[in-house]
């Protein structure tokens, strides 16, 4: 077999699920306006409360529990902004005083969200995480005070995968009288994630990130929890998310999350042996590796390493030529070179959070695309360590 592109980067976005393509190449001359009467608007109205009914089966929700959004980040922003609700005019303040207990690993649309909250005179904190990219449980008991207004802690990490205890968080949080928001991007659809046990009031969705399409999300939102829109407008999604809805977009999110259902357990296990067999690996063909993934706290397909004396960039642009693609640490979006602060915030060196790659694997990932890649990693890290005069634990 001759490999010519390899994608490991389904943490940033994943391909169309074929089944989802089918369905909104039948569904594309759906042109109804959903919030129309007529015969145009309701068959477009069925569709999307199709599709409502088919996210909410994955987190086991009710559909009205479910507001399809235009992006996980908008979910994201719709939750935080609430705390500056009172200071919109909103005619429903629902938070009071704005306090936010946060994480210093969310993902930058919390994390930015966050930082313009703080700047409208709400108080923002931040727990620490442990090594593992955990939560620090007596750091959070410790900042989890009565005037916590809302605590938003992700489920489970973008880049190096790691799960949170969110039953013991949300639980604390609920215990305290406050309401709990978790990111669950990159949880739902590769974790069991069950709304009727697990005690949250807001979840985060998005379709890209589970073989649907880009620009379109979802947030649940518990039946009776406090909630102001981030757009206001019409009437559509019961008042809680205002502009025409993505028709489109919805039924491709519907269908992608009817497949997670169908295909996420085995898929896991799958993942999780290849993963095995990767470390094996790559431990085998290459000196002095550091995992920065904890196995069995994470989420199946991801793998984060770093390779001492060497820079992330320099590895993917020189694996991006055989055809291999990965990403490096959170520089992803600015294309910046500052090193991963999720990295740094799990107490790794500057070096190991420069040096940091990660390998997200997916529901296509063969044996064969991980055996090209390893091979294509050894002659990488090999030759860039030559380049650098690297010496096991010296960077010279
Ligand atoms: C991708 C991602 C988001 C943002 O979702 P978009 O739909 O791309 O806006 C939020 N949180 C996490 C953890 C993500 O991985």
Redesign the pocket.
């Given at each position: 077999m001759s490999v010519t592109s390899v994608y490991l980067d389904h943490?940033?976005?994943t391909p169309l699920h074929p089944e989802v393509k089918t369905l909104m190449k039948e569904v594309m001359d759906e042109y109804g306006n959903p919030s129309s009467m007529h015969q145009y608007g309701r068959q477009a109205r069925q569709l999307i409360e199709e599709a409502r009914s088919q996210v909410a089966a994955l987190i086991n929700a009710t559909p009205d529990e479910i507001v399809f959004m235009?992006?996980?980040?908008?979910?994201?922003n719709t939750v935080l902004s609430m705390l500056t609700c009172p200071l919109r005019g909103c005619s429903t303040p629902v938070l009071g005083k704005p306090r936010l207990l946060t994480s210093v690993i969310?993902?930058p649309?919390?994390l930015e969200t966050a930082k313009c909250i703080a700047g409208q005179s709400a108080d923002v904190e931040y727990v620490r995480v442990d090594s593992r990219g955990l939560i620090d449980m007596d750091d959070f008991r410790k900042k989890l005070t009565r005037d916590t207004l809302l605590v938003s802690i992700?489920m489970?990490?973008?880049e190096i995968g790691s799960v949170q205890d969110i039953q013991t968080i949300a639980e604390m949080t609920k215990k305290q009288g406050t309401i709990f928001h978790t990111?669950?991007?990159?949880a739902v659809g590769k974790i069991p994630v069950d709304v009727t046990t697990l005690p949250v009031d807001f979840l985060?969705m998005?379709?890209?990130?589970i073989y649907g399409p880009?620009?379109?999300?979802a947030l649940y939102i518990r039946k009776g929890a406090p909630f102001c829109p981030l757009i206001h407008g019409g009437h559509q999604e019961q008042g809680r998310r205002a502009g025409t809805e993505n028709t489109l977009g919805i039924v491709g999110m519907g269908k992608a999350a009817e497949m997670r259902l169908r295909e996420m357990d085995d898929e896991a296990v799958r993942l999780r042996d290849l993963k095995k067999y990767l470390m094996s690996a790559l431990t085998s063909a290459i000196e002095d590796i550091h995992f920065i993934s904890d196995p069995g706290r994470d989420i199946p397909g991801t793998l984060s390493l770093s390779f001492p004396g060497i820079e992330g960039e320099a590895i993917l642009l020189y694996l991006d030529l055989e055809g291999i693609m990965v990403s490096t640490g959170s520089a992803c979006a600015s294309g910046s070179l500052d090193p991963s602060y999720v990295i740094l915030s799990t107490g790794q060196s500057l070096e190991c959070a420069h040096g940091s790659i990660r390998i997200s694997m997916g529901r296509t990932t063969s044996k064969e695309e991980i055996d090209y890649t390893v091979g294509a990693f050894a002659r990488t890290v090999e030759r860039l360590r030559k380049m650098t005069t690297y010496t096991r634990g010296v960077r010279s």
């Amino acid at each position: 077999m001759s490999v010519t592109s390899v994608y490991l980067d389904h943490n940033a976005t994943t391909p169309l699920h074929p089944e989802v393509k089918t369905l909104m190449k039948e569904v594309m001359d759906e042109y109804g306006n959903p919030s129309s009467m007529h015969q145009y608007g309701r068959q477009a109205r069925q569709l999307i409360e199709e599709a409502r009914s088919q996210v909410a089966a994955l987190i086991n929700a009710t559909p009205d529990e479910i507001v399809f959004m235009g992006s996980g980040s908008e979910a994201n922003n719709t939750v935080l902004s609430m705390l500056t609700c009172p200071l919109r005019g909103c005619s429903t303040p629902v938070l009071g005083k704005p306090r936010l207990l946060t994480s210093v690993i969310e993902h930058p649309c919390i994390l930015e969200t966050a930082k313009c909250i703080a700047g409208q005179s709400a108080d923002v904190e931040y727990v620490r995480v442990d090594s593992r990219g955990l939560i620090d449980m007596d750091d959070f008991r410790k900042k989890l005070t009565r005037d916590t207004l809302l605590v938003s802690i992700m489920m489970a990490n973008n880049e190096i995968g790691s799960v949170q205890d969110i039953q013991t968080i949300a639980e604390m949080t609920k215990k305290q009288g406050t309401i709990f928001h978790t990111d669950a991007v990159q949880a739902v659809g590769k974790i069991p994630v069950d709304v009727t046990t697990l005690p949250v009031d807001f979840l985060s969705m998005s379709a890209h990130k589970i073989y649907g399409p880009k620009g379109v999300g979802a947030l649940y939102i518990r039946k009776g929890a406090p909630f102001c829109p981030l757009i206001h407008g019409g009437h559509q999604e019961q008042g809680r998310r205002a502009g025409t809805e993505n028709t489109l977009g919805i039924v491709g999110m519907g269908k992608a999350a009817e497949m997670r259902l169908r295909e996420m357990d085995d898929e896991a296990v799958r993942l999780r042996d290849l993963k095995k067999y990767l470390m094996s690996a790559l431990t085998s063909a290459i000196e002095d590796i550091h995992f920065i993934s904890d196995p069995g706290r994470d989420i199946p397909g991801t793998l984060s390493l770093s390779f001492p004396g060497i820079e992330g960039e320099a590895i993917l642009l020189y694996l991006d030529l055989e055809g291999i693609m990965v990403s490096t640490g959170s520089a992803c979006a600015s294309g910046s070179l500052d090193p991963s602060y999720v990295i740094l915030s799990t107490g790794q060196s500057l070096e190991c959070a420069h040096g940091s790659i990660r390998i997200s694997m997916g529901r296509t990932t063969s044996k064969e695309e991980i055996d090209y890649t390893v091979g294509a990693f050894a002659r990488t890290v090999e030759r860039l360590r030559k380049m650098t005069t690297y010496t096991r634990g010296v960077r010279s």
